[in-house]
């Protein structure tokens, strides 16, 4: 055993590697002089003190590097690598008698023979320390997880020839579960009933903010579910066996993302008494949107969960037992709900040992995220959040990468989720490669950060001695591009909410920002965020109360960090945050998704329709990613009082050609310019201007434009600004700005 966590300790209460000697002679052998050692090259490393063992018995010897001969215990003087190491024994001639091969084990898993002294070694997940291997059992499959496009016979084999019992439901086999006899026929799902999916995972009672549960509707896309373990006399010999079939004549073809199976029992997740993904008995009618059992955290609610990950290619990545919870704040109550996913000693494996997201190069996960799609507030586009996040991805800021995926939960079809960095201690440790005992997060009692503000509350950062403090105590370049990135996508629930700082824990350890969160961005273009992130109204407790924009309030008093910050701003318009670089990233995002979103839709009833999740795309993210920038730059110039900035939004962006092919020309102009269509005609139009601040200033009605003919504008009597000219029939919509310089 070369990772004992739980399984036995030594003399000291340790729980080292061990490794396990048998006589299967009918005679006493002396070992003294024998020796192990995990170096071919040294096969004497440790060697025996006089020991016997008596026939048919057992000696363990703890591998610790303690190095102990003369106590009650036998310990090496070296360890093993649950990686992966050999381990030799050799006699008192020093001849080799026996050897193990390089084999890597999971935390309390042994590599052993089995019947006793047999030549077959097999993994052994139920150890048995200085007793007989002969009760341990390894089931052989005659088919693996994975996909296939046709149905077959899944046959499988113990090789004590004890008796294997199998569920194909999620739950644990027992020996009430069904008796295996002699194959097992693993057929299509085209016509299984929904089971899982029927169980409303929301209240009766309506709640606007996410979306409410319904019936799928239709028979849902399956997997077959196999689990397994033998028994022996009343006793589990086996380890329980977790495996999924995707049975479909199309299958290799039928998934442009990876797709993740997770099996647990059903109770666990749907019981009313203790399934963290419903409502049950912890929902409170009078408060429904804080309670449920999905509301419930801590170690309580976590539930074991099997995971197999495959790549859209049907090509396994990895499969291993974890632990699971419910994720999130508010979207706890959306239909579809977010998970936490746990690698923990005690499900086996300590780490995810995959390359989940492939933004890192990152294999070793303790914890990952999969998240709803239905965590925006306003528009269906289900991919907001990244794609904020990989816009900002090339700035000084950490952010969640992420990867879509198909989640299948007992076999059944539970639509697209987005794989997503867990944002914790362990981020930081694999992101920055800090121990992540040395790293703490901002809590509302933080020493440090406290000492932090009340300095800055008793001096004024006008003060260049003063500032020059501020900045050794947080990133300064990474504060400003994350509130850069927070202040462009509009991010309506912030600063008072989604905040997440850390430091590493030394003297010179400065604060660092962690961009997350962003689905209440992208919907207002025009939202002055410099005013609203530095609002001072004691009256307002969400989303900015006057303690969350203390900080930039105050930073803004110095002018070295305003002419920082604008500075700053300027170049990220011009280079991450141009048009054509989001447009790019928008482009490449919504193609990983189109595929899927079909039978996502026809799953959870959302997006409404793939027409509205298209048209959410083209109305709100597209007209936001092009026309922020002008606003940006208005808000920015009229905030810091600028007559240069750095900036011209004009000169970034195509502004004569929209995506439904409407032309204006001149732009810039002094307000004499004209519209016309280059695709096709326009019928019984709404005409309408608007400045920056959503007032109107123009507006006309019943306007029809035949292809290529102009219509011609005279408003040079307006003063010189951005303005918004929209274009909107039955079967037509155009938004685009219009600069009049006069």
């Known amino acids: 055993m070369s990772d004992n966590e739980t399984t036995i300790p030594d003399e000291d209460g340790d729980f ?224 329980v066996y977790t495996k999924s079939f995707f049975v479909d004549d199309e299958v290799f073809s039928k998934y442009t993302i990876p797709v993740i199976s997770l099996i647990t029992d059903g109770d666990n997740l749907f019981n009313p008494d203790s399934g963290i993904y419903v409502p049950g008995v912890h929902y409170d009618p009078n408060n429904p949107e804080y309670t449920g059992n999905y509301f419930e955290d ?142 703490e997060f901002r809590t509302w009692n933080n020493a440090h950060y406290n000492n932090l503000i009340e300095f800055i509350e008793s001096n004024d950062l006008s003060y260049n001695t003063n500032y020059e403090y501020v900045i050794t105590q947080i990133d300064i370049d990474n504060y400003i591009d994350y509130t850069i990135s927070e202040q462009f996508f509009a991010n309506y629930d912030w600063p008072g909410n989604n905040i997440k700082l850390w430091r590493p824990i030394s003297v010179t350890g400065k604060w660092r920002w962690v961009l997350f969160d962003l689905d209440d961005g992208f919907k207002n273009e025009s939202r002055n965020m410099l005013i609203h992130a530095t609002m001072n109204d004691t009256s307002i407790h969400w989303p900015n109360p006057p303690a969350s924009t203390f900080l930039f309030r105050n930073l803004l008093k110095s002018a070295i960090f305003s002419n920082h910050f604008i500075a700053r701003y300027a170049e990220i318009l011009n280079q991450n945050f141009s048009v054509s670089n989001m447009m790019n990233k928008l482009d490449t995002i919504k193609k990983m998704y189109e595929p899927e979103v079909p039978d996502h839709i026809s799953r959870w009833n959302y997006p409404d329709s793939f027409y509205r999740w298209e048209n959410d795309i083209k109305n709100e993210l597209i007209p936001f990613i092009k026309n922020r920038p002008c606003y940006v730059e208005s808000n920015i110039t009229e905030f810091f009082s600028l007559t240069e900035f750095g900036f011209s939004c004009f000169l970034n962006t195509d502004d004569t050609i929209t995506e439904n092919s409407l032309i204006v020309a001149s732009n810039p102009n002094n307000g004499n310019f004209y519209i016309y269509s280059n695709s096709s005609d326009i019928n019984n139009a709404q005409v309408t201007i608007t400045n920056i601040n959503g007032k109107n200033v123009f507006n006309e009605s019943i306007v029809s434009l035949t292809k290529y003919k102009h219509k011609h504008f005279n408003l040079n009597h307006l003063p010189s600004n951005i303005y918004i000219l929209q274009v909107v029939s039955n079967d037509f919509h155009s938004q685009t700005k219009i600069i009049i310089i006069n």
């Not at 089995?114 to 200085?130: L, M, Q």
């Not at 508010?330 to 923990?344: D, F």
């Not at 991919?383 to 952010?399: E, G, H, R, V």
């Open 16 to 239: 080292k590697d061990w490794i396990e000697l048998y006589n299967n002679s009918e005679s006493t052998i002396n070992l003294l002089d024998y020796s192990l050692s995990d170096d071919f090259n040294n096969l004497d490393k440790w060697v025996f003190p006089q020991k016997s063992i008596q026939p048919h018995d057992f000696l363990l010897i703890f591998a610790s590097d303690k190095n102990r001969l003369d106590t009650i215990e036998l310990h090496t003087n070296f360890k093993i690598s649950s990686s992966g190491e050999k381990i030799f024994l050799s006699d008192n001639s020093g001849i080799l008698i026996d050897e193990t091969v390089s084999v890597s084990l999971s935390p309390d898993e042994t590599y052993g023979r089995t019947p006793d002294g047999n030549t077959n070694w097999i993994k052994i997940s139920i150890p048995s320390p200085n007793s007989s291997n002969n009760s341990a059992n390894q089931l052989l499959f005659s088919n693996q997880e994975g996909f296939y496009t046709s149905p077959f016979y899944q046959t499988i084999t113990s090789l004590t020839g004890d008796t294997i019992y199998y569920s194909l439901d999620g739950s644990l086999p027992d020996e009430n579960s069904t008796i295996y006899a002699d194959s097992i026929f693993i057929d299509y799902k085209t016509y299984a009933p929904n089971v899982f999916s029927e169980i409303p995972t929301t209240p009766e009672q309506n709640l606007i903010t996410h979306k409410a549960w319904e019936s799928p509707g239709i028979v849902l896309d399956k997997a077959t579910i196999l689990r397994c373990a033998s028994y022996h006399n009343g006793i589990k010999t086996s380890k």
């Open 298 to 439: 801590g170690d309580e609610w976590e539930r074991p969960v099997h995971i197999e990950y495959f790549e859209n290619n049907g090509l396994p990545g990895f499969a291993q037992d974890a632990g699971i919870r419910i994720h999130g704040g508010k979207t706890r109550h959306a239909a579809q709900k977010s998970l936490r996913l746990y690698a923990r000693n005690e499900y086996g494996a300590k780490y995810f040992n995959y390359k989940l997201l492939p933004q890192k190069q990152t294999t070793e996960y303790k914890r990952f995220i999969l998240r709803t799609t239905m965590g925006a507030y306003g528009g269906q586009t289900i991919f907001k959040d990244a794609l904020a996040q990989d816009i900002s991805k090339s700035l000084t800021i950490d952010c969640q990468n992420f990867q879509p995926v198909i989640v299948y939960i007992n076999g059944e079809y539970w639509g697209i989720h987005t794989l997503r960095d867990r944002i914790d201690d362990r981020y930081i440790e694999y992101t920055h490669h800090i121990d992540n005992d040395s790293v």
